[in-house]
């Protein structure tokens, strides 16, 4: 079930997602499955974390990520695939790593609920 978005936080990551290349689950599956190097990034909330996440993903809620993200990936080089739970808090994520240098980072177009749709591996 898609949440209702209000249209002020709508139009930010529409924003953001003009500055942002994003990718979508079939890309993310195809970069796995080729063995491409990557560092997968869960922002959502660590209730959501909890919950369920994808396979070999590294949880930075969005609420901290910018805090962490030089600890955890000090290479600012490092591909980088965020997902949330639709592909819009991801959006945002990827804008700011962005600006902090990290210009191999792109947000995941649909999320974990797409995720979840094309039953890619979980825990």
């Known amino acids: 079930m898609s949440k209702k978005h209000n249209p002020s936080f ?10 942002i290349p994003e ?3 079939d890309q ?8 491409t ?5 869960d ?5 959501e974390w909890v919950a369920g996440h994808i ?3 590294t949880h930075l809620g969005k609420g901290i990520i910018e805090r962490d993200i030089e600890k955890t990936i000090p290479d600012k080089d490092t ?18 790593l962005h ?6 980072s792109v947000s995941m177009d649909g999320g974990w609920r797409e995720w979840n749709r094309v039953g890619g591996p979980i825990s």
């Not at 993310?28 to 063995?35: A, H, P, Y």
């Open 23 to 25: 990718v979508t689950v």
């Open 79 to 96: 591909v980088i695939v965020l997902y949330c739970g639709g592909g819009f808090r991801s959006a945002l994520a990827a804008e700011s």
């Open 37 to 41: 190097n990557f560092v997968m990034v």
């Open 10 to 19: 709508l139009s930010l990551v529409e924003e953001a997602k003009t500055r």
């Open 28 to 35: 993310v599956l195809k970069m796995q499955s080729d063995g």
């Open 55 to 57: 396979e070999g993903a």
């Open 99 to 104: 600006r902090m240098g990290f210009r191999n």
């Open 43 to 47: 922002v959502r909330e660590e209730s």
